[in-house]
């Protein structure tokens, strides 16, 4: 009999929320269409790569997920949340770094990240254990962070801005270019953290101009050209494709 449950169990087809869901995604600058329909699906335990060269859409489309771009036509879903209809709810399940560090200068960092914390309605407790976590994780200096922001290096403030998108521990982890400014080592430490979030069942979604980070760190990788997803290449099934990433990027954008 508990054979017999076991096999109905195993039938049984369990529907996943797609992390990130986007349907026909069209957005234009005046006359511009720079999103041509775009349609996307990425899952939970994902470290998911958007590449395409420097003006296709890439940053445009992560302006549209997290809610601070509209867009004229299409649906995005964040962790089962519309951006548009749900807001509040879909950033919440978010954490987002920019690809130029955006944090406020006049205060400290320890302010900064505090203030991000009450953003999300973190307990003492909570907020105290995941800074200390992401103090250690990202070498952030305790006592660089009683300076103000003003002071800090490129690199600093990334790291800043990386540690304040993960205090909330967030199911969504969005990253543009996340690597700019920080040094090889910071890198390393970076890299070591999206896989292992990726692993804890979170999903993660970065662009990037490296080709070799994305071709040995993700799951499945989109290339976007010409306002749509043209491929989606799983680099776990296919694992020759993480060799061969670089020479398809140049094949499809004519390198």
């Known amino acids: 009999m508990v054979d017999k449950i076991n096999d109905l169990k195993n039938e049984e087809t369990v529907e996943v929320v797609p992390a990130i869901k986007i349907v026909n995604l069209h957005k234009a600058y005046g006359k511009k269409q720079v999103l041509k ?15 395409g060269r420097n003006g296709i859409g890439k940053s445009t489309t992560i302006d549209c997920m997290i809610g601070i771009k509209r867009f004229q036509e299409g649906t995005i879903k964040i962790n089962g949340f519309d951006i ?44 105290n254990t995941n800074f200390k976590y992401l103090c250690t994780r990202l070498k952030l200096d305790l006592n660089e962070l009683t ?13 800043l801005c990386l540690a ?25 430490e970076l890299k070591k953290m999206m896989r292992e979030y990726a692993n804890h069942g979170k999903c993660v979604f970065v662009t990037s101009h490296n080709i070799d980070l994305v071709s040995k760190l993700c799951d499945r990788v ?9 491929e989606i290449h799983d680099l776990n099934k296919n694992p020759n494709k993480r060799l061969q990433l670089a020479r398809i990027f140049l094949d499809t954008f004519g390198g």
């Not at 300076?147 to 790291?159: E, F």
């Not at 989109?222 to 043209?230: E, L, P, Q, R, S």
């Open 37 to 51: 329909g775009l349609n996307l699906e990425v899952f939970p335990g994902e470290l998911f790569g958007f590449i």
């Open 84 to 127: 548009t209809k749900e807001p509040l709810l879909a950033k919440a399940s978010y954490g987002y770094v920019a690809s130029e560090p955006t944090c406020y200068d006049i205060m400290t960092g320890y302010e900064f990240l505090e203030f991000v914390a009450s953003i999300y309605q973190l307990t003492e407790k909570e907020f």
């Open 147 to 159: 300076n103000v922001i003003s002071g800090y290096s490129h690199g600093m403030k990334q790291k």
């Open 164 to 188: 304040a998108s993960l205090l909330h521990n967030p199911d969504v982890w969005i990253l543009d270019e996340p690597t700019v400014g920080l040094d090889i080592i910071a890198t390393e």
């Open 222 to 230: 989109a290339i976007v050209n010409d306002g749509v997803v043209k």
